[in-house]
């Protein structure tokens, strides 16, 4: 399957995607966190994104788009992928959907979570995540790590993002509604966008994702 997972910081997208990607057996292709290791290697593609991500505003589209594109071609993602945070406007989106067409395969869904805007932001102020793995995520409150400040899979140091500062977020918010929500009008037009509530336990929304998703396959 090819999907496109959005929603606004914090709604727990890369949480989901870690699960939906290993029940669909597709890769979850993040261009956060493509970007944050690029960052910590110290590449000149991380030098260009680090100033935007800091700031909470979109890094540009030329380098987004030639990375996620790359990220694409890789063998893994032949015959599927799950995409978080790509794409992140309307420009992306259509850069996707031409890129697509160009190897004749289709979206199959966008799935659209939601989360009011006061619980993201709860979400996002207790978040750690992993430094040898960013797809272990944590919270403080509602998905501790047994040992304070330790991966519970790895063993790694959890540390907070530089981006999940109150300020920050509220620029992220500002960019979602005002730069991300318009590409689901332009999947609606395609009908592929799916929405479920991402509000409950971590393996409640899954659930209800993954019935979501074979609902619109079967659809
Ligand atoms: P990115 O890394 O994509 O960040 P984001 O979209 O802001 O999303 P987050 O990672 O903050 O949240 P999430 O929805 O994944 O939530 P999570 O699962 O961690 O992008 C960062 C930056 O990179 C951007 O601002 C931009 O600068 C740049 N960028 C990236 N892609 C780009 C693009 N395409 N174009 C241009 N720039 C781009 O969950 C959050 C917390 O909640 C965790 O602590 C988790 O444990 C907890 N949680 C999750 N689910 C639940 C639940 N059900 N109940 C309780 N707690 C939960």
């Known amino acids: ?70 990220r694409m071609a890789q063998s893994d993602a032949e015959n599927g992928f799950l995409l978080d945070g790509f794409p992140r406007n309307v420009g992306q989106a259509v850069a996707l959907d031409e890129m697509l067409l160009g190897e004749g395969v289709k979206l199959d869904a966008v799935l659209d979570l939601e989360v009011p805007e006061d619980e993201v932001v709860k979400r996002i102020a207790g978040r750690r995540i992993c430094r040898n793995d960013s797809s272990h995520v944590f919270h403080v409150t509602y998905n501790a790590p047994k040992t304070e400040g330790v991966c519970d899979v790895c063993g790694g140091e959890l540390y907070q993002r530089d981006d999940d500062t109150e300020e920050t977020v509220r620029t992220r918010l500002e960019v979602y509604h005002t730069q991300t929500e318009p590409i689901i009008d332009h999947y609606r037009c395609q009908g592929l966008v799916v929405t479920i509530s991402a509000l409950g336990k971590v393996t409640e929304v899954t659930d209800r994702a993954m019935e979501a998703l074979k609902k619109s396959d079967e659809g």
Do not use: C, Y
Request: proline share 6%; hydrophobic share 45%.
């Open 1 to 70: 399957m090819r999907i496109v997972l959005v929603g606004p910081p914090g709604a727990g997208k890369g949480t989901q995607a870690a699960f939906l990607a290993k029940n669909l057996s597709i890769p979850h292709i993040s261009t956060g966190d493509l970007f944050r290791a690029n960052i910590s290697q110290g590449t000149d593609l991380g030098k260009q994104a680090r100033a935007f991500m800091d700031a909470g505003r979109l890094v540009p589209d030329e380098v987004t788009i030639a990375m996620a594109k790359d």
